[in-house]
């Protein structure tokens, strides 16, 4: 029998501040297969790391090819290490809650051909997040400027305007102007084609986001205009930057995008700690940590800033700085499937650290919503052992776990997006098509 903290968080319906999804009509007419759908996320990443041949797991998530049976086999013995860890959880769970599978077999991925093909259809990407998932709401980052009404669901689907290619300052200047109509000559022009692209999206975003991490350090300092701009003539020109350049320029823009967000009443999420993939994330490994953040947090003490991903495994730096600067959230998305044990110790000592209002507790971080049905089953499972730990523990009540698991599931994110206004926008830029 559930626990009734248990039954309360399988019944809340979650906000998820993080997904990539791609579009219905791609899933409709170009998504997975059930291979690709059940090993096409972060697992594929560690089926490498257990050993399986790259070239075999390139297969495993060719949807165009027919033969289950070898590109299953080129796998499963990979699979056998590494089912137990938070992505094999995760795709555990899809499996059972998407396709009523508990055990892998061919047999079983045979049988989940027609089930593939019925969630394949119009409507079912909103009733698999909305119904089976049970979501609130799922926030997107596109990688893209314009966050439009997503016609499959507007209230739903809900979009954050990409900034992540100007702090790395390699925007596409030509798509820029076409899309502001501002001629991009100075930073001047720079700084009003900006201002154009929130005047056009920021209504209907949810917020900005930058991923930036990925190309350069987080490490962020107040830039000279003079500096700056010597840099953009260079760029407009079409030379390449250097290293310094290019943190010069990025620097300058990511502020620019700062201003715009707080003008607009939009957060800024950061992706923070452990990169996507692999090979990669060790060879400058210190780049993304979260202590970075500390300047720009105290540059802009009136933007409010949501930390993404935890910052693994640098989580207690993340702890400090949402400690320190008031403006400060913690977002636990994808961090669940990173490594679920290390999360639900994150939660606790996040209890134990900062107020309430602090930590969001999820996102997916997936293109498929399938990937999201087993990533929010897990995050559900693993919120129930951290707060029924602290329950058993004797530092809360249940009727007190209850309060703080709807402040971690629903509450604070409310207090930090405006989804009243982005829905209000929404609406209105849809009545007047």
Known sequence: MKTNIAQYIEDTPLIDTHEHLHKE?????????????????????????AGAPFDNVVRLLDSRDPDLEARWSGVESAWQLCQHTGYGEAVRSMASLVYDIDEFSLDAFAGAAQRNREIRQPGERLKLLREVANLDHVQIDDFAWACLPDQSGPDFFLYDLSWAAFANANFDVEALERETGTAVTDL?????????????????????????????????????????????????????????????????????????????????????????????????????RAAHLAPLLAHFPQAAFVLMHIAYPYSDELIALAKHFPRAYIDMCWAWSINPRHAVEFVRRALHGLPLNKLFVFGGDCVWPTEVVGFAAQARHWLTVALQSEIDDGFISEPQAIQIATRMMQTNQRSVFDLDRTRSAIASFKSEI
Not at 25 to 47: K, Q
Not at 199 to 204: C, I, L, Q, T
Request: glycine letters at 8%.
């Open 25 to 49: 009509d791609h899933y409709v007419n170009n998504g997975p297969d059930v291979l690709a759908d059940l090993f096409g996320m972060y697992i594929g990443d560690e089926l490498l790391m």
């Open 188 to 288: 001047k022009t720079l700084k009003k084609a900006a201002a154009e692209l929130f005047a056009r999206y920021g209504p209907m975003a949810v917020a900005i986001k930058s991923q930036h991490a990925y190309e350069r350090t987080l490490a962020w300092e107040p830039r000279d205009d003079a500096d700056a701009e010597r840099v953009l003539q260079k760029f407009l020109s079409g030379s390449s930057l250097n290293q310094a350049e290019r943190l010069c320029l990025g620097d300058w823009c990511l502020a620019i995008g700062i201003e715009q967000a707080v003008e607009h009443n939009l957060p800024i999420k950061i992706h923070t700690g452990l990169l996507a993939g692999h090979g990669q994330f060790f060879t400058e490994p210190d780049r993304t």
